[in-house]
């Protein structure tokens, strides 16, 4: 494959991971919020999410779309085990711990992932790298954290660490797997996301009971909300197929700096069409995330500026898990599990009642 045609197919898995992260994390918005349809059940909405990739992926390898590969049993056991951990910590993150700590959690996915590269995967960062990366986290710290209160819980502080180390090494085992096994994107996506699915629907209802006080079974359905959450469940096949599709090609730290670009598109997003508030610092924060975004691309490009120590099999980069919402119930916002929040203003509720 020519480099030209690489970028070009590197630049429309982005572009497809991106829009439809968006695009999920408003039509979650509208079915979780208590505005919207209230269904404010998240691991459960990301089990269906995968069960959904699970049967589209089967409707595809019975056409033959997709070749049935088989990922080995440990391995597959391995990746379901941290990315379920990943998403259970979040949740239970965002509960237990202020917004603001919680926030400060997400974005240590960053350095984290930069460590486990430099001294497992040996993998060297020159400083424009490593200042780009700092500009960008900044930036959206800038963005994100209302406020640094640091939690008193310990149990609090033990589920913040480990959102930051599963969360990181699922990304990383992501590409580390498919290289290994020399799976395509959609190959390994044909093995985890069944494994994922049925194992979250087993403890959603459980962990969701926990965080939002009711059962997910005692939720009244409305005909408008069963087509919300299909709209989800639709997307969400999109967001993993691209997902995994980018973090085939890209590295964890790169995966990780350029998908803080849903961050800024989301809260642009809310201020453009939900009629949602962004201050004069929120918006120098979004300014200043792009620039080190932008700084990270050229600094990338330069063949110094990242290198291998070891000719082994290129690194590893993660599988974004399906944005998951949920309610602070003391603020009242929309949080997302991806660190950053969208208010939900009166006129917002009113205005987009239905999208």
Not at 150 to 168: E, H, P, Q, R, T
Request: aromatic residues 10%; contains cysteine.
């Amino acid at each position: 494959m020519s480099e030209a045609n690489k970028l070009v197919l590197d630049g429309i898995a982005w572009l497809g991971n991106v829009s439809t992260s968006v695009a999920i994390i408003f039509i979650n918005k509208v079915l979780m919020a208590r505005t919207g349809y209230g269904f404010v059940y998240a691991t459960t909405l990301c089990a269906l999410h995968y069960l959904a990739c699970s049967a589209s992926i089967w409707v595809t390898q019975t056409f033959g779309g997709v070749k049935k590969v088989k990922l080995p049993f440990p391995d597959l056991v391995l990746f379901t085990l941290i990315a379920n951990a990943s998403i259970v910590s979040l949740n239970l993150s965002l509960m237990l711990n202020p917004v603001g700590f919680y926030q400060i959690a997400k974005l240590l996915i960053i350095p984290f992932v930069c460590l486990v590269e430099r001294f497992w995967l040996k993998r060297t960062f020159s400083r424009s790298i490593l200042l780009s990366v700092g500009i960008v986290v900044g930036g959206v710290a800038v963005v994100t954290v209302t406020d640094t209160g640091m939690s008193s819980n310990v149990g609090g502080l033990f589920v913040a660490g480990l959102s930051v180390i599963s969360s990181g090494m699922q990304q990383i085992l992501c590409r580390t797997m498919q290289q290994k096994h020399k799976l395509s994107s959609h190959e390994l996506l044909s093995n985890t996301a069944p494994a994922q699915g049925w194992t979250l629907l087993l403890v959603g209802p459980l962990l969701d009971r926990y965080v939002s006080s009711s059962w997910v079974f005692e939720y009244e359905w409305v005909t408008t909300a069963m087509f919300v959450l299909l709209a989800s469940c639709s997307f969400a096949v999109l967001v993993n197929v691209t997902q995994f599709a980018c973090l085939g090609r890209f590295s964890a730290v790169s995966f990780q700096v350029l998908g803080h670009s849903k961050t800024v598109l989301v809260l642009l997003g809310g201020w453009a069409f939900l009629g949602d508030k962004v201050s004069a610092k929120q918006f120098f924060g979004m300014i200043m995330a792009v620039a080190g975004m932008v700084s990270y691309g050229v600094a990338s490009a330069q063949p110094q500026a990242s290198h291998r120590k070891s000719p082994a099999s290129p690194l590893p980069a993660g599988e974004e898990t399906v944005r998951l919402l949920s309610q602070n119930k003391e603020s009242g916002d929309t949080v997302l599990a991806n660190g950053f929040r969208l208010r939900e203003s009166e006129h917002a509720r009113k205005g987009a009642e239905n999208v």
